[in-house]
């Protein structure tokens, strides 16, 4: 399944009501400036959604930063977000 917007990123696959609302979701917040909150259990692929965001959203020729993180943000929290430079951040 590619988006309705021309870009053919592809979306996550299936035909079931849960996937078709979360490619919805997706499409819906790249459009939007907004900071983005992706939860879920382990192994629910959070990452590849944020990577998919990050690709239908006008950021998508910026930078996209992951950020692994344990208890406590780690001390060069901010040097990556000003490497993403208004791209994505993924913590």
Same mark, same amino acid.
Not at 65 to 76: E, G, H, Q, R, Y
């Given at each position: 399944?590619t988006t309705d917007s021309g870009q #053919?990123?592809? /979306? /996550?696959?299936? %035909?079931?009501?849960?996937?078709?609302?979360?490619?919805?979701?997706?499409?819906?917040?790249? +459009?939007?400036?907004?900071?983005?909150?992706? @939860?879920?259990?382990?192994? @629910?692929?959070?990452?590849?959604?944020?990577?998919?965001?990050?690709? /239908?959203?006008p950021r998508a020729a910026k930078p &996209?930063?992951?950020?692994?993180? @344990?208890?406590?943000?780690?001390?060069? &929290?901010? #040097? +990556?977000? +000003?490497?993403?430079? #208004? #791209?994505? &951040? %993924?913590?």
């Open positions: 399944m #053919g990123v592809e /979306l /996550l696959p299936g %035909i079931s009501d849960a996937i078709t609302k979360i490619n919805q979701a997706l499409c819906e917040a790249a +459009r939007k400036e907004a900071p983005v909150f992706i @939860t879920g259990e382990a192994g @629910t692929e959070k990452v590849f959604a944020a990577k998919l965001l990050h690709s /239908l959203s &996209l930063a992951k950020v692994s993180v @344990t208890w406590k943000l780690p001390s060069d &929290l901010a #040097g +990556r977000f +000003r490497q993403c430079d #208004g #791209g994505t &951040l %993924i913590v």
